[in-house]
């Protein structure tokens, strides 16, 4: 069965910290993309990669970064981290052609105190 | 850019049916749809490209205006397997980056 994994499924985080989520998907899908997801606001893009080292900011990039180094794995950088970026964060993946939509992994709730 | 989900929310009895709405301020490429439970991940339903097609899947389809830059799900015969929350996802052009609505929690009763 195809998987987006990530690795954590709650994570408690102080403000300031650097905190990395890492996604790691099986299908040898070229597509990957960060979410993030909050009461009332929907699922919002922060960041996508089409292909390695090759990466698009979403709508909401600010605080975010990204690192693809391959195909498999797709990390989300948060650098400093703050109250507001307290959330569910899910990874995604598809194929680069027409394919059956995303995949999407389980979800990280992060919580920055 | 966000697309508009109208209802918000909606209550079902079983075996009632419900439309699901998604509207674009932009010219479409295509339209994904998806479910997503309480604590998981959301679930790809179908994707509706540009052409007005309708698409079904078990008792749940789709249609796709494209020059209303609108889509519409549709649940017949409600099962209590499709509480949940709704999503659809547009794309303007074909860029494979879809932003979604913010959704439509049903909930299903017995």
């Known amino acids: 069965d195809v998987k987006v994994t990530q690795s954590s499924r709650y994570l408690v985080k102080r403000t300031g910290e650097k905190v990395f989520l890492e996604c790691v998907q099986d299908?040898?899908?070229?597509?990957m993309f960060w979410y993030r997801q909050d009461p009332g606001l929907g699922l919002r893009l922060i960041y996508f990669?089409?292909?390695?080292?090759?990466?698009e900011k979403g709508d909401i990039p600010e605080g975010y970064s990204v690192s693809r180094e391959k195909k498999e794995r797709f990390s989300l950088i948060l650098e400093s981290a703050s109250t507001n970026q307290t959330s569910m964060y899910l990874c995604?993946?598809?194929?680069?052609?027409?394919?059956?939509?995303?995949?999407f992994g389980s979800g990280t709730r992060l919580t920055v105190v | 850019q966000q697309p508009v989900q109208s209802p918000q929310a909606v209550i079902l009895r079983e075996g009632e049916d419900a439309v699901i709405n998604c509207s674009s301020s932009?010219?479409?490429?295509?339209v994904h749809w998806y479910r997503q439970k309480h604590g998981e991940a959301p679930v790809f339903l179908m994707i509706?490209?540009?052409?007005?097609e309708q698409k079904g899947h078990e008792k749940i389809s789709a249609s796709f205006n494209e020059k209303k830059q609108q889509s519409s799900l549709y649940l017949t015969a409600s099962q209590l397997s499709y509480s949940g929350t709704y999503f659809c996802?547009?794309?303007?052009?074909?860029?494979?980056?879809?932003?979604f609505g913010t959704g439509t929690r049903l909930k299903v009763l017995a």
């Open positions: 995604a993946s598809s194929l680069l052609g027409q394919g059956p939509g995303y995949t």
């Open positions: 299908m040898d899908h070229e597509n």
């Open positions: 990669s089409y292909d390695v080292k090759m990466k």
């Open positions: 932009k010219a479409l490429y295509s």
């Open positions: 509706l490209l540009k052409g007005g």
């Open positions: 996802g547009t794309e303007m052009g074909r860029t494979y980056k879809y932003i």
